[in-house]
């Protein structure tokens, strides 16, 4: 199916530039009119696949990340990529609990994180040539009003 | 972000006011472990009240607070965190040690 709206965005990895993709995201998906309680599992899982460009992808140093929506009449599809140092081991790291940074007081929540405040989470990633992350989420609020009329 | 201190006799109340990511998780970190420092404090109750957002990074910083607060033989709290907030803590397994408190006196009860 075509989306009916798109946007990319291409930005430092920098930690300010967390927030700064969240509320990017948000306003974007707001067109759709989803519940503020949506709203705020697309901010966090965005939030979190965005911090691990940064902590995990580009170490905190310099890189670029790039960011897609798109939207659905009652989802949206966003992707988050880096072409950082990439996942060795893609199942592990998705994990609960396994982070590769404990020494940085990382938990290793932020996968589980994403799968549960998204409906699919898929991960593609290369060592040494960076690491792609899909979130999908279709808003019940939406389309179980648009079974209504 | 912004960070508010008072004290309770032994206890150290920490309001957090915005958004608490990776971004601000440093920020917090650094002012926390500065009060925790002094003779003084022993437990620490972390105010959720005021914060708007959070991911993951709050969790490491809630984990890495106790860590030193449990070698003082102290205790922690968390208060009025909101539910999208809660349950991050809960999938982390984190409220199994750390208490999440209605309010910030019956927390204080706790202590
Ligand atoms: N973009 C990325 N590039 C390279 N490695 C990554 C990337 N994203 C995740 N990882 C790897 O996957 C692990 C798990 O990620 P996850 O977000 O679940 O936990 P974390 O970032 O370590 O901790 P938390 O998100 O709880 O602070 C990371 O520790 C890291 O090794
Ligand atoms: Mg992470």
Redesign the pocket.
């Known amino acids: 199916m075509q989306p009916i709206n798109e946007m990319k965005i291409t930005f430092s990895s920098k930690s300010s530039n967390e927030a700064f993709a969240r509320v990017v995201s948000a306003a974007f998906v707001s067109q759709l009119d989803p519940t503020l309680e949506e709203l705020a599992d697309v901010k966090t899982s965005v939030s979190?696949?965005v911090?691990?460009?940064v902590?995990?992808?580009y170490e905190n140093g310099p890189g670029y990340i790039t960011m897609t929506c798109k939207l659905f009449p009652d989802s949206v599809e966003i992707t988050v990529e880096?072409q950082?140092?990439?996942?060795e081991d893609v199942e592990l790291?998705?994990q609960p609990l396994?982070?590769?940074?404990p020494e940085m007081e990382?938990?290793?929540?932020?996968?589980?994180?994403m799968e549960t405040f998204m409906d699919k989470v898929e991960v593609f990633?290369e060592p040494g040539k960076?690491?792609t992350?899909k979130l999908y989420k279709t808003f019940k609020s939406i389309r179980d009003k648009d079974k209504e009329e | 972000m912004q960070v508010k201190f008072t004290r309770k006799g032994a206890t150290l109340i920490v309001k957090i006011i915005g958004e608490l990511d990776?971004h601000s998780a440093d920020y917090l970190r650094q002012k926390v472990d500065g009060e925790l420092i002094k003779p003084s404090t022993r437990n620490v109750i972390f105010d959720f009240s005021s914060v708007s957002f959070m991911?993951?990074?709050g969790?490491?910083v809630i984990m890495g607070r106790l860590k030193t607060i449990q070698k003082l033989n102290g205790k922690i709290a968390i208060v009025n965190t909101r539910p999208q907030i809660k349950r991050i803590f809960e999938m982390s397994g984190l409220l199994k040690i750390v208490p999440a408190c209605e309010s910030i006196e019956s927390a204080i009860g706790m202590m």
Do not use: L
């Open positions: 979190e696949a911090t691990n460009a902590i995990h992808g880096d950082g140092k990439g996942i790291a998705r396994y982070t590769s940074k990382r938990s290793g929540m932020g996968f589980t994180v990633s960076g690491t992350v | 990776h991911d993951s990074s969790i490491g």
